[in-house]
């Protein structure tokens, strides 16, 4: 069952574009391990948090990914340009008015 | 740009899945408005929330979708599910590891 996970993430002061540029840096592990859609943006309001639309065949998936070298690297690179506050949410996609 | 446009909608107990049935009924009209994903789903840690994740062509098509008749109709029909407690955060699309 496609799993959403959904989140913001602080960051330090003026590192917004830097985290984004960073979590959009191409992958092609990303979809191999599951990975559906990686959304990464920015709303002007709130000038130093980036949002994630992250969606994976299975929270099983997202999970595994977590475990995986290529990914552990790229939390650990990414904590310098964090403020330490996080939000978001979970969910089990029970379906969409998009397709049968 | 992308928009995306995430949420979470409170229920009256009891009225998730019902909620869920009608957020996820077929819908040819969202996609020609510029609806690229409407994903809708559950947590059963938070029993009364309906989860949400759309992403749209552009904020104008999300904010044109809103006026709509059958929007507007889909949105009074909804009104007796939920609780009034409504979660969330909208942001524009900057990017994505899983494409150029």
Request: glycine content about 10%; proline content about 5%; some cysteine.
């Amino acid at each position: 069952m496609t799993f959403a996970n959904v989140g913001t993430l602080g960051t330090v002061p003026g590192k917004r574009d830097e985290l984004v540029r960073y979590l959009t840096r191409r992958s092609e592990t990303l979809r191999q391990i599951g990975c559906l859609a990686y959304e990464v943006g920015v709303n002007d309001n709130d000038p130093d948090t980036v949002f994630v639309v992250e969606l994976w065949e299975s929270e099983e998936a997202h999970k595994s990914s977590l475990a995986l070298p290529e990914v552990q690297a790229s939390i650990t690179g990414a904590r310098p340009l964090l403020s330490g506050t996080f939000g978001g949410f979970r969910f089990e996609v029970a379906g969409s008015p998009l397709r049968d």
